[in-house]
């Protein structure tokens, strides 16, 4: 059965009947074209009488479910929670407490990594799922029938498949591992979102001098301010092509930067300024150690080894190998291993018993 709250006393008195389960579906559609933040469009709950669609568009207090999710002693299944967990950010004051995201446990049960929520059910439930509303507009009101099927489908599978990835988990010992890898990326997550991170994302970065590279974090954090300050698309205030560019520049002014290509005369008049003032700041300043990235090309061998002993613990645990460590996390373990500092955080915990031994080891 699938029922519509929109309405603010509709979604407090479903919230009293929902503080009685133990454990709740969850799941949003969003629409996110011209914003930074995600514009929330539905909210799906599940529960073992049926799915709620709850329309934030309709309601101003959204404390009750803040509540709720926000309580320790409930569970709250998701898949692929990643972008969810940004719409939250834009309704609650307190993210969900417990989070089983049914992606990530599938991976720890052998189903592969990365799988879809229809691809999941079809290979734990043996269900199809017609997913033809992907792409509508989420935004638009009434919604249609289509549109109401869409979202009940792709919440009311969640506990069910949360029960049975919970039995595979807990007959392989690997229930904790769930949960320490979702804390941790969690935390991760909190980090990379960081203004002074966002250089981290910007391809090519790694072909710029160091000081280059300072002013490229210089202007990646001024771009990721405004854009959330404006709540516009990072794009549609400077490609990251264009970033790259700029950081080549020795600027004192905005006239300076009329020649850079791909600058558009509308951004250099309005931001010329400030752009100018976070190239010159980073060129006083100068590069510190995350600008002078490690030389990797001298430990290729060492790479190999590493990659190839993630593969056979990927081959004992039949788990994929990207689950265990990504060329990314190899790589950062042996720039810890050149400079002699800290093991990554991200090889401790659940690692540390399966992998990291055996990688310390290639080193």
């Known amino acids: 059965m699938t029922s519509l709250i929109a309405s603010d006393t509709d979604l407090a008195s479903a919230c009293t009947r929902w503080s009685t389960k133990t454990v709740l579906g969850l799941d949003t559609e969003f629409f996110r074209e011209r914003t930074y933040y995600p514009c929330p469009a539905l909210i799906q709950v599940a529960d073992d009488q049926g799915v709620t669609l709850v329309d934030p568009l309709a309601l101003s207090d959204f404390s009750p479910l803040d509540r709720l999710l926000a309580g320790p002693t409930r569970l709250v299944v998701m898949h692929s929670c990643g972008e969810d967990l940004e719409v939250f950010e834009c309704l609650f004051s307190t993210p969900p407490a417990r989070i089983f995201d049914t992606q990530l446990g599938a991976a ?98 790694g072909a710029l001098a160091p000081p280059d590279h300072a002013v490229l974090r210089a202007l990646t954090a001024w771009r990721e301010t405004e854009a959330r300050t404006r709540d516009i698309p990072r794009r549609h205030l400077l490609g990251d092509d264009v970033l790259l560019k700029l950081s080549r520049v020795d600027a004192g002014s905005a006239e300076s930067l009329r020649n850079v290509p791909g600058l558009s005369p509308r951004v250099r008049t309005r931001y010329g300024d400030a752009l100018a003032e976070q190239i010159e700041a980073a060129r006083r300043s100068g590069p510190t150690a995350v600008d002078t990235p490690t030389n990797l090309r001298p430990h290729a061998a060492t790479l190999q080894r590493l990659k190839a002993a993630v593969e056979v613990a990927a081959e004992t645990l039949a788990v994929p190998p990207g689950l265990l460590a990504n060329r990314r996390s190899l790589e950062s373990l042996v720039v810890s291993a050149v400079t002699d500092t800290a093991v990554p955080a991200e090889f401790l915990g659940w690692r540390s018993d399966v992998i990291t031994p055996a990688l310390l080891a290639c080193l």
Do not use: C
């Open 108 to 205: 720890f049960a052998g189903h592969g990594l990365s799988l879809g929520y229809g691809a999941l059910v079809t290979a734990l439930l043996e269900i199809e799922l017609d997913k033809g509303a992907t792409r509508s507009d989420w935004l638009q009101r009434p919604l249609s029938e289509s549109q109401q099927r869409y979202a009940t489908q792709d919440v009311e599978y969640l506990a069910p498949m949360h029960d049975r990835l919970k039995g595979e988990l807990k007959k392989l010992g690997r229930a904790s591992w769930v949960d320490q890898e979702f804390d941790w990326r969690r935390h991760h997550r909190g980090e990379e979102r960081r203004p002074d991170a966002a250089y981290l994302k910007v391809s090519g970065r």
